[in-house]
């Protein structure tokens, strides 16, 4: 069975840093892609970007370049999306999700994690 | 603003069939093709429709999905108290060289 679990919610204040993860089961995690969504409170999706653990190619969307890094390491299948300085405006709901290409459809999801960025 | 286009609210009744529109241009929706996540409340988003009409196993036939030039619509037939949540239509985008996602539509049931 696929899965994708996410790492639980965070309580940051705004300046620190943060790395969130996402671990892939249930297949081979370095032949397909993962790409991270943010959901902010009570808004909709946006795509952030994508990494593909197998040779960590990696595209961002250009509203999140240079704010986030995205990265992986395939020894234990888990992805990651980090932050170096947080702001209040990072509050959100942070989703992982498997892609089979980079242009191709997220079939499988995580749970989510909520990450809130208060002083 | 969201590069996909959507409306807000969408409404029917039990047994209805409704539709979600969802426009574009050239560089999304006219080059590639589009899919649908449906995101039931307080839920991670679900993958409804791929490849423009293709529904993932599992997802019933009510659900169908159409693309003509550069926009894309989801039918809901048979309409069902637990369909009520937001549908999000998505593509990728040859100039910004990543995926887009419409706004969303909350669908309501009445």
């Known amino acids: 069975e696929v899965q994708l679990v996410q790492s639980g919610a965070e309580v940051k204040k705004p300046g620190e840093s943060l790395k969130i993860s996402c671990k892939g089961s249930?297949?081979?995690?370095?032949?397909?892609?993962i790409g991270w969504v943010r959901q902010m409170p009570g808004k909709g999706l946006e795509w952030m970007g994508i990494i593909y653990p197998g040779d960590s190619d990696t595209r961002y969307s250009p509203s999140f370049q240079g704010q986030v890094t995205i990265s992986a390491d395939k020894s234990i299948s888990t992805a990651y999306l980090q932050w170096s300085s947080l702001k209040a405006s990072d509050t959100a709901m942070y989703y992982c999700a498997r892609h089979s290409d980079v242009i191709a459809a997220a079939v499988f999801w995580g749970q989510g994690t909520l990450v809130t960025v208060s002083s | 603003q969201s590069v996909l286009t959507q409306p807000p609210s969408a409404s029917g009744t039990p047994g209805q069939r409704v539709t979600i529109s969802c426009s574009g241009s050239?560089?999304?929706?006219?080059?590639?093709?589009v899919n649908w996540y449906q995101q039931l409340p307080g839920t991670a988003p679900k993958l409804l429709i791929y490849s423009n009409n293709q529904r993932p196993s599992g997802v019933p036939d009510r659900f169908s999905g159409s693309k003509s030039g550069t926009s894309a619509s989801l039918a809901i037939s048979g309409l069902q108290s637990e369909d009520e949540a937001d549908y999000y239509c998505a593509a990728w985008d040859d100039s910004l060289n990543g995926q887009v996602f419409g706004g969303g539509t909350k669908l309501t049931v009445l």
């Open positions: 249930g297949y081979s995690f370095t032949s397909y892609w």
């Open positions: 050239s560089s999304n929706i006219g080059s590639n093709t």
